[in-house]
């Protein structure tokens, strides 16, 4: 079916592991965006990219690496993961340019960092 | 830099009565658009509704209308007829509207948790 999947769903982890968060469209979608929502934050961009291998830093970029090689897929990796990472994570994308078609959500990865 | 504001955190409202949830948002620019997202205990987040700055008709969809003040800077929702299934965080984000770069990021409100009360 088409649309936009996050894997895993929910992820346990300990300091210092690296994590990585995958995010798959099917719309072909150039713009994809990867969100953290965090109690009385809503939701912040990490990073962003505008079409394969362009990504862009968003509000919280610190700790996390994306790539996207691929137009449909647009992993986060924690390198290191630590307790403030752990949070809700929400994959998006959108056609992008200056129509108003709004962003695609995924269904968010709960990452608990121990 | 663009930010949005929901002074509101929690609303209840009672079945079948009409609430509205507010925003406020502050930009130097003309052409933008702004979005209401629902996010249910799912934590899906859904689309309710959009509008684009430049139209002064304000969007309907449903039991869903927006109040679109350009000048006042303000985008409040209205949700008429509530029903249980509304109950949510609902989020009001922004958009701006040029080409390319950051153009196509949002930037969201902190929330306001709707109750609905049989």
């Known amino acids: 079916d088409a649309g936009i999947t996050q894997s895993p769903r929910y992820k346990i982890t300990e300091t210092g592991r690296q994590v990585t968060l995958m995010c798959h469209q099917t719309w072909s979608h150039s713009y994809m965006f990867w969100y953290r929502q965090d109690l009385g934050h809503g939701l912040r961009l990490i ?12 509000e919280v970029p610190d700790g ?40 695609h ?6 990452l608990s960092i121990l | 830099a663009q930010t949005v504001t929901q002074s509101q955190p929690e609303m209840s409202v009672q079945e079948a009565e009409t609430v ?11 052409d933008y658009y702004l979005f209401w997202y629902k996010q249910p205990p799912s934590r899906q987040m ?49 958009r701006s509207a040029g080409y390319g770069g950051s153009q196509g990021n949002l930037i969201f409100g902190k929330g306001t948790k709707l109750s609905v009360k049989p």
């Open chain 1, 47 to 58: 990073y962003y990219s505008a079409a394969a291998d362009i990504t862009d830093k968003g």
């Open chain 1, 64 to 103: 996390y690496v994306v790539s996207r090689s691929k137009t449909e897929n647009f992993p986060l990796t924690l390198e290191s993961a630590t307790r403030s990472q752990t949070s809700v994570y929400f994959c998006a994308s959108s056609e992008g340019g200056p129509g108003i078609e709004p962003q």
């Open chain 1, 105 to 110: 959500f995924g269904d968010g990865t709960r």
């Open chain 2, 20 to 30: 509205t949830l507010s925003c406020t948002y502050d930009t130097s620019e003309s």
């Open chain 2, 46 to 94: 859904i689309l309710v509704i959009r509008q684009e700055a430049y139209k002064q008709q304000n969007a309907t969809e449903n039991r869903f209308s927006v109040n679109f003040q350009k000048a006042a800077k303000s985008f409040s929702l209205k949700i008429s007829d509530s029903q249980l299934g509304d109950a949510a965080m609902y989020f009001c984000a922004y």
